[in-house]
């Protein structure tokens, strides 16, 4: 079994910034892509950034230029450095990943993390 597992979330004034992490655990034998979502209340989720196996990255057009993501591949862990947070970025994070256990490639998700941004 597999487990992903967010942290870093919070309340923090717009200008400000945070860092999530999320680490992955368990019978793990290689991970793929590893993106990071949020949703809004009331509104559908949004792919936020994405970076591949080899480090390529990606992000929704809301973030570029303030938000960066990473990974510590020796830790099963991607971050997301978030940076110049606007009241508009307020959601519940969430992180997921491609992880190749030894019978299955599948999606897995964290339980999510808050992220508030007061103006």
Known sequence: QVQLVESGGGLVQAGGSLRLSCAAS?????IYDMDWYRQAPGKQRELVATITSGGYTNYADSVKGRF?????????????????LKPEDTALYYCAADVRTRSRTSRYWGPGTQVTVSS
């Open 26 to 30: 368990g019978s793990i034998t290689s």
């Open 68 to 84: 960066t993501i990473s990974r510590d591949n020796a830790k099963n862990t991607v971050y997301l450095q978030m940076n110049s």
